[in-house]
């Protein structure tokens, strides 16, 4: 081995190989838990830890041109709304990395939409001296970077609240964590925030029927035995 290329080239195929093999393994997990949950209502947490595995394994895979990209990764996501209508699917986003065009902002948007988060967590991208990152060319400006964060939290909230309102109507069992200006605050299984308009027991799990909608939480009135 004489030249740095042949090591990486020796590299590159062993995580080609890894990822083949990773995401054959999380694709019959998935499939798997897709079924069983209907039968064992596993939490939506225990989906999501594993959604966020195949991410991981996406996000290399990607890089080696060795799924599906994309569409693949929507395949995965909709194998698991369908066994858990209910489930809190949620990403982080930079926005402004260095070299990120108008067209490749518009086409992470319009992923986040078909994908149809009930939560984005948006940052601007902040420059970290040490970084690779840092010294690459095409830095934005950070006006560039803060309209986009601004139009990306608009598409979020307008995600989060067309997922709260799924919930109206319905009965969801709630964990009161605390008391706020006599409102009882809690979250569901599957991190949905709840508000009570009345005083509850701190640390005790209520059944709520939910009455209204917000793009940060719903509100609810304890349902009566």
Not at 47 to 76: A, C, D, H, M, R
Not at 161 to 186: A, P, T
Not at 200 to 206: A, H, I
């Amino acid at each position: 081995l004489k030249e740095d290329n042949t090591l990486d080239g020796l590299f590159l195929t062993a995580i080609e190989h890894i990822c083949i093999f990773l995401s054959f393994i999380l694709s019959l997990l998935i499939d798997f838990l897709s079924c069983l949950s209907f039968l064992l209502r596993f939490s939506s947490f225990v989906l999501i830890i594993f959604l966020i595995t195949w991410g991981v394994v996406l996000l290399i895979s990607e890089t080696t041109n060795l799924l599906g990209g994309f569409n693949e990764y929507l395949e995965k996501i909709n194998k698991l709304k369908n066994a858990r209508p209910e489930m809190n699917l949620t990403t982080d986003v930079i926005v402004g990395f260095p070299t990120e065009t108008e067209e490749e902002f518009l086409e992470c948007v319009e992923y986040c939409k078909t994908v149809g988060f009930s939560k984005i967590h948006v940052f601007p991208y902040s420059k970290r001296e040490g970084t690779k990152a840092a010294g690459m060319s095409n830095q934005l400006d950070n006006a560039v970077k803060k309209q986009r964060a601004r139009r990306l939290i608009e598409i979020d909230n307008d995600l989060q609240l067309e997922y709260n309102k799924k919930f109206i109507g319905k009965r969801v069992r709630v964990l009161v964590e605390e008391i706020v200006d006599g409102k009882s605050i809690g979250h569901t299984q599957n991190f949905l925030k709840v508000e009570i308009n009345e005083v509850l027991q701190p640390n005790t799990v209520v059944d709520v029927i939910v009455k209204e909608a917000y793009i940060d939480k719903v509100v609810g009135e304890k349902e009566e035995c």
